[in-house]
């Protein structure tokens, strides 16, 4: 179980988790949008974390390239799966239901973290959510990351905008992995993806996950307190606009 350094005495920040459903992935970069402007003018010390799936998607990052598909595969050859460029860190990275998105949105300049230590504590808290649900994990030197037995569980790909976090990780639960093939290099073991159903050799349940990711990601924060939605009225909103 990791621990994190105790920050300067100061008013516990709420932690607002918002269970989303699957929503594609364009609505989900919208909502962002709008909670990082949001949270650049407050002084609360808020955060937002954001749980969803997206339909099978593949999102490329600033140090992605082309050459990281398999643009020989059917499936892209035909245009049956998008590809789509985002402003995040981060290189290709195939996005499918099974798998969860975790979009924290934390203003990093109110709680005192560095870009760097706000990685580390996301990393943390997952791999502490992965302990209490019995999955075995480990990092790599070097990178940003969470990986089994089986591979690479989590991925990672975060922007900051106006000193608040967007953008995150991707645990993959339960996703069709004959997809991750799409960007696979089968020489670098690195890039091997995994999941937890496989980790465990039994149904991972999506609601289990993301209880224990609420949990340990809020202590991750150094906060005590988080308030647990279904759903986000901007969202909604954004939906019947469009």
């Known amino acids: 179980m990791t621990t994190f350094p105790v920050k300067p005495e100061k008013p516990s920040a709420v932690v607002e988790t918002y269970l989303l459903g699957q929503i594609p992935l ?3 970069l919208r909502l962002q949008k709008r909670l990082v402007q949001e ?6 010390g808020q955060i937002h974390l954001l749980f969803c799936e997206h339909p099978r998607i593949i999102t490329v990052g600033r140090t992605g390239s082309p050459a990281e598909l398999r643009l020989d595969a059917p499936l892209l ?7 789509r460029w985002v402003k995040r860190g981060g290189g290709c990275l195939v996005h499918a239901p099974g798998q969860l998105a975790v979009y924290p949105l934390v203003p990093l300049e109110w709680h005192g973290f560095s870009v760097g ?4 504590r996301v990393q943390a808290g997952m791999m502490n959510a ?25 991925a990672f790909g ?18 069709p992995m004959g997809l991750f093939r799409l960007t696979e290099n089968a020489s670098d073991e690195d890039a ?6 496989a980790e465990r050799r039994s149904i991972a349940k999506m609601p289990k996950v993301r209880a224990a990711l609420v949990r340990h990601l809020t202590e991750a924060f150094g906060c005590d307190r988080y308030h647990l ?14």
């Open 130 to 154: 992965l302990d209490e649900l019995g999955v075995v994990s480990h990092t790599r030197l070097g990178c940003h990351g969470i990986w089994g037995r089986t591979g690479r569980l989590a």
């Open 77 to 83: 050859r035909n245009r049956q799966i998008e590809v």
């Open 26 to 28: 364009e609505d989900g």
């Open 117 to 120: 230590e706000y990685l580390d």
């Open 158 to 175: 975060v922007a900051v905008r106006d000193w608040v976090t967007y953008h995150g990780a991707f645990l993959n639960v339960a996703p």
């Open 39 to 44: 949270l650049a003018v407050r002084r609360d």
């Open 192 to 197: 091997r993806m995994g999941c937890l159903q």
């Open 229 to 242: 939605y279904t759903g986000h009225p901007l969202l909604r909103r954004s939906t019947q606009a469009g």
